[in-house]
Structure formats: structure tokens, C-alpha cells
């Protein structure tokens, strides 16, 4: 392993025997779990299509924890032997398995305090700013029908990138570890608009979670937000085009009880309709 950056101290446990045992893979890389004698690390490797500069996001994590974020610690970053990029950081416990209105409103401030994150034009830590069509809604214009959907929804409000959004808020990149939790997978990192960024994660949650805590999870983002009922719900349309659009070109989890969901919200949402399934 070629380290670009990496603590010493880590780098001399790192020569010690250890366990490696695989935890759930995501659409970009594999990751595992490395057990020492008294620590656990996470190393995750980005060995499929998704090539994102992991020194970067490297920089993210490390200023993010330093200014108390609930990020990972990480320890570093550098390139395996297969030409993969690596990023090595603290283990933190597993993907939440219970919801309630107590725990929704921590992952709701959870995300707002990420938001809160100062961006300034004189920041050390450069945060990327990308096309927000072209990097959330990858070969669009192969689907005309999302595709003309979504720039009449874009035309109706101004797109803000003056916040720091993590870009894949969901409960995969939520751990918990003896009544802590800290967001994990930063790939996506990037300035952005917060409420793109808060439908992202409603959406997510009413797919996967249910209605009943789908709902409960929005109506707390409009307790602690000054935003309207209005722009949340047009940002909620544009978030489920994104679903609908990676539910045809890539591998979501997808089920029939999915599919019923996201029906449901469309037939909610007054900017979509039934055509998109």
C-alpha cells in the first residue's frame, strides 16, 4: 500500500497482524473492517467505476472532524497495489436498525449542522462545486420524459450552491455505536443547496423506511428550517426524478414495496406525475 498521507502511529499498528472482515459494499467501492488487537479501522476501496479524488475528501473528513462534525476520524489516504484508491479511517459502528421521533430529530440536526458548515472564499479546504444536473442526473437526456419533468421543476425556484451538503444522506451512511452517530461516505461532499440536500434524504426515507417515518422526518425539517412547505415539496419532486432516473441505469435497491412508495409520493407531489413508473 502507497500511503500519501497517513499518521505514523496508525501506520505502525497497521504492521501488526489483523482481521479483515467485509462489511456491505456500496455502488463506488467494497469496504472492510480492520480488527487489530485493540482498535478496529474501516478501509474502504474504490476498485469499481467511480474514480472521485479521495484526497479531497480526505481533507473534508479532517477538517470537518476537527471542527466537531460527526464525521469519521481519518487516519489516511493512498493507493493499493491494483492502483485503487484507499482511505482508511476510525470504525464506528453499524447502519441504525431502529427509528423513532427521538432518533429522526437527531439525524435531522444531524444535517442541518452540516449545513451550518462555513464555506468562505479564503478556506483552506476547497469544497467542489459541480453542474447539478450533470452530476446528479447522470445520461438525463436519455430520458426525455424525467428529463423535460426537471427543468420545468428546476425553473420554478433558484438553485443555491453557497452550503456544504453531503450529497447521499441516508440511513447506509448514518452508524451508531453506543448511542453515537456519525455520517459516513463523503464522496459526494460538495456545495450545494441544502434543501436538494434535505429532500434527498425525505425521499430516501419514505422509500426505504415507510411512510410513517418518511412523514414524521419531514415535518421536523420544517420545525427546525425557515423553508416553505412549497420549495420543500419542489425539491422533493426533483429529488424523486433523481431515484426514478438511478432507478433505470444503475442498481438501487429497488422492491415492489418501493416502487409503491415512490408511487405514493408522486400521487402526493404535485409537480410529478403517474406517467414517470
Not at 453531503?166 to 453515537?180: A, C, P, R, V
Request: aromatic fraction near 10%; hydrophobic fraction near 40%; include cysteine.
Amino acid at each position: 500500500m502507497n500511503w500519501n498521507e497517513i499518521e505514523r502511529d496508525i501506520l505502525n499498528h497497521l504492521t501488526q497482524p489483523h482481521h479483515l472482515i467485509p462489511l456491505s459494499p456500496g455502488l463506488e467501492a467494497d469496504v472492510v473492517k480492520l480488527e487489530l488487537r485493540n482498535s478496529s479501522y474501516v478501509l474502504k476501496i474504490w476498485n469499481k467505476d467511480s474514480r472521485p479524488d479521495i484526497g479531497k475528501q480526505y481533507e473534508l473528513l479532517a477538517d470537518l472532524y476537527k471542527k466537531g462534525l460527526r464525521v469519521p476520524k481519518p487516519y489516511g489516504w493512498g493507493i493499493d497495489a491494483d492502483h485503487n484508491q484507499v482511505l482508511l479511517t476510525s470504525y464506528d459502528g453499524e447502519p441504525i436498525s431502529k427509528l423513532n421521533r427521538s432518533i429522526l430529530m437527531n439525524l435531522a440536526r444531524m444535517l442541518k449542522e452540516v449545513h451550518n458548515y462555513r464555506l468562505g472564499s479564503t478556506d483552506a479546504i476547497q469544497i467542489p462545486k459541480y453542474d447539478f444536473i450533470r452530476y446528479f442526473f447522470p445520461s438525463i437526456e436519455m430520458h426525455n420524459d424525467i428529463n423535460n419533468l426537471l427543468i420545468g421543476i428546476i425553473n420554478m425556484t433558484e438553485l443555491s450552491q453557497d452550503y456544504l451538503i453531503h450529497g447521499d444522506y441516508n440511513l447506509g451512511n448514518i452508524l451508531e455505536k453506543q448511542g453515537n452517530y456519525t455520517i459516513i461516505d463523503w464522496t459526494n461532499g460538495q456545495r450545494g443547496d441544502p434543501r436538494y440536500d434535505i429532500a434527498w434524504s425525505v425521499v430516501l426515507m419514505k422509500i426505504y423506511a415507510g411512510e410513517r417515518y418518511g412523514g414524521i422526518y419531514f415535518s421536523i425539517f420544517q420545525e427546525l428550517t425557515d423553508y416553505s412547505l412549497d420549495e420543500l415539496n419542489i425539491f422533493e419532486a426533483i429529488a424523486c426524478l433523481r431515484w426514478i432516473l438511478l432507478s433505470r441505469i444503475a442498481d438501487l435497491p429497488k422492491s415492489p414495496s418501493a416502487f409503491k412508495r415512490v408511487k405514493k409520493i408522486i400521487q402526493n407531489n404535485r409537480y410529478l406525475n403517474d406517467e414517470l413508473l
